[in-house]
Structure formats: C-alpha cells, structure tokens
C-alpha cells in the first residue's frame, strides 16, 4: 500500500511504524561559559522538508534498539558516545502525516573529547539547548521532555561525570552542573560538598597551562549514584 496516499480509515487500520530517534547533549564554551548544545540534522525528504530534527531513522528488523540508536548517530554525526540509554518511546496518533510512528528515543551524553569528532555539514548543525528553531515532526517536545529529565538526575545520581574525561578538576564538575541546571552555584559550598563525597577522589596530578596555582585533577571511581549534595534551590 502507498502510505502517503492511504485515507485516513486506511492509515489507522495500519500497523504503526517504529523508529530510532536520539538526543545528544554536549557542554560547549558559550561566550567563555560551558552551556548545553545539541547537533541536529537538516531533513532532506518529505515530510518537513528542509527543517531541522533529531538524528535518527527507521528501525531495522535484524538489529537491537540499541544497535540501532548507535548506527544512527553514528551515520548522520560520527559520534560514538560512551553513554547511550534508552529514554521513553513517543507515539502519539498525530506525529505523523502518513502513518502512525512510535519513536524509541535515545539519549547520549557526550564528553568533549568526544564531540570534537561530530561531522558538522549543511545538514548537520550544532545548536544551543535552551535556543532552538522550530523542528520537525514533535522533536521540540521530547527535546524539553529529555532537558527534564537530564536536569532531574542531576540532583540525585552520577550522570555529570558522563560530560566529563577520565580526571577532572572540581571547577569543571560545578561547570556542568550550572550549564545543566541553567544558575550559578557557590564554588566554596560546592567544593566542600564534592570533597565529601567518597566516589570522587584527589589523584597526584595538577592540570597545567593556567596563569594561577594549577588546580588538583580528581576521579569519579563510583559504579552507582554519588550523589555530591550540592546545595538544592530552596523553595
């Protein structure tokens, strides 16, 4: 049957169509503070020509979510992120024109190093978070939904490591949690409450290259939630 062209009692009597959608954050410098952006691809068919959507495709019969949500980021944006994780399906009778679509979606937390490897092109663009144009199909809506998600684990597991290399400094770690969160926090509370925490520990080494005394560098050795405590927004 040609879907685009079924009729509507046609369309509903079909069976839905399943895709792999993922959303990627990164922290990127934004006029010398770290801010959330996120790659997204330029659509190059119908429907929503032209605008711009999640990375993503259909779901192939001979290969897990999983599989499927990695080859895909990796075909449109060439990032291999460490963190991958399913993070709802969305299947509302209206995301599509031609036929019901349920959308496993996907979230990927990208360190640096990492999203210095994403392909940027005419149809593959990075975009702030908290800023981004009208896109295709209900992608603006998940995009919110994953914001409240990501912002609601900060307060309660170890998922600001996952932005962050091997070693870090404790600036860094309050670095993520602001441009997460979206407000500043007190460096001294802060500190004094990661120093606490028995997941993250002091290494030997120094990060060099700055014009002040270099700061520590500290691991995360934690396999579960380490739950640094940093001081709640008081209602």
Request: proline share 9%.
């Amino acid at each position: 049957m040609d879907f685009s062209s079924a009729n509507v009692t046609e369309r509903s009597q079909l069976p839905p169509a399943l895709a792999i959608s993922t959303v990627i954050f990164a922290l990127r410098s934004d006029g010398g503070r770290q801010a959330l952006w996120m790659p997204l691809v330029r659509r190059i068919r119908e429907p929503h020509l032209g605008k711009w959507a999640l990375p993503g495709g259909p779901l192939s019969g001979r290969e897990s979510l999983q599989d499927a949500a990695a080859r895909n980021l990796n075909e449109t944006t060439g990032l291999a992120p460490r963190y991958l994780e399913q993070l709802y399906a969305f299947g509302g009778l209206d995301r599509a024109a031609t036929q019901r679509l349920v959308s496993i979606v996907y979230w990927a937390l990208v360190q640096p190093g990492e999203a210095d490897l994403a392909r940027e092109s005419e149809n593959v663009k990075w975009f702030p978070a908290d800023a981004l144009p009208d896109l295709a199909f209900d992608h603006n809506t998940i995009v919110e939904y994953a914001l409240w998600r990501l912002r609601n684990k900060m307060e309660y597991g170890p998922i600001a490591f996952s932005f962050l290399g091997e070693s870090f400094t404790l600036a860094q770690v309050r670095g993520v949690y602001e441009a997460v969160l979206g407000r500043e926090l007190d460096p001294a509370n802060f500190r004094r409450h990661l120093r606490a925490t028995p997941d993250i520990v002091p290494t030997d080494t120094f990060q060099q290259g700055g014009r002040h005394r270099p700061p520590r560098l500290y691991r995360y050795t934690g396999a579960a939630s380490p739950n640094p405590g940093f001081p709640r927004r008081t209602p």
